[in-house]
């Protein structure tokens, strides 16, 4: 690997497509039906919005009726490989990379999702391995979630923006390695007949939705809620999302986010998973104590969301 950026995507698709924003055009407009459940999965495109809650905002005033629950089990980091996941805790969690991956299938068979959204691509593109690579890596993971789930959304990654110290000519080499893995990602996906969305071309057009020109700002999820909002064909949202309703909604949904990050990635994950967990076995018990708590914000997310 030759580094580890991690800003990123729900999958790939780029400058050749006809709109700044696209969704697979033989496919109808995303709907959700009672009660379903959505999973993020990716590196820190996802992981970042635990904080913010910009996205899952969105899709909430989309469909306030729906009851949709999401959980987040973005890495940052991480690849289609699932290298983060298999490297934590130096791999005593999850063991050498074929482990790793088997874990994040129990993740995905646990969870039980209706829709997952995808977020890879941008790491890969600092890889050593060819672009070949990725794309057999990201058909294999395609291939192992649609067991597992019927709705896969892949979203492109994002390009790289000037403005905080990074070398233009550096920007611009690795923007052209991000468009190849873009549009292999495309490939796959139209292959695939799942759903992509193009964020890497209207982000290409303004530098000014990042923190340090790779992770996008709360401001930067907000635009790129909107623009999946638009490709896939959302309803019209409730209320504003700058309203202070929102906010309240959105402020909530960060809390119940933060919850689920403890439920599944515990601080003293040494003693749940690693070397440690033969010392204090009651730590092993400790993640399934935070449910009640996430269950707690998700009846308080429905309310607010019933209230509009």
């Known amino acids: 690997m030759k580094s580890l950026y991690t800003p990123i995507i729900f999958l790939l698709v780029i400058g050749t497509l006809p709109s700044a924003c696209t969704s697979n055009s033989s496919l109808e407009s995303l709907d959700f039906k009672q009660n379903e459940k959505v999973v993020f999965l990716g590196n820190a495109f996802f992981e970042n919005t635990i904080a913010n809650g910009e996205i899952e905002t969105t899709f909430s005033l989309c469909f306030p009726k729906k009851n949709i629950t999401f959980r987040n089990i973005g890495w940052s980091g991480d690849n289609v490989y699932a290298h983060s996941r298999t490297r934590a805790r130096d791999g005593r969690r999850f063991g050498n990379p074929e482990e790793g991956f088997g874990i994040l299938i129990k993740q995905i068979t646990e969870l039980k999702p209706d829709k997952i959204f995808i977020a890879y691509g941008f790491n890969e593109s600092f890889d050593d391995a060819s672009i070949d690579d990725f794309g057999k890596g990201l058909n294999h993971l395609l291939e192992m979630l649609s067991h597992h789930c019927p709705e896969l959304i892949l979203i492109s990654t994002l390009p790289m923006e000037e403005g905080f110290g990074i070398p233009t000519e550096h920007i611009e080499v690795q923007n052209k ?100 967990k033969d010392e204090q076995r009651i730590a092993q018990e400790e993640p399934a104590q935070i449910e009640p708590f996430i269950a707690k914000q998700e009846a308080a997310i429905t309310v607010l969301l019933e209230d509009l």
């Open 177 to 276: 390695e991000l468009e190849k893995y873009a549009e292999t990602t495309k490939k796959v996906a139209i292959k695939g007949e799942h759903r992509f969305i193009d964020l890497f071309t209207p982000f290409s057009k303004e530098n000014k939705y990042t923190t340090n020109g790779i992770h996008l700002s709360s401001k930067g999820y907000r635009k790129a809620g909107e623009l999946i909002a638009e490709a896939l064909t959302l309803p019209t949202p409730a209320i504003k999302i700058d309203s202070k309703k929102a906010d309240h909604i959105r402020n909530t949904i960060i809390k119940k986010n933060t919850l689920f990050f403890h439920r599944w990635r515990p601080r003293n994950d040494a003693f749940v998973y690693g070397e440690r």
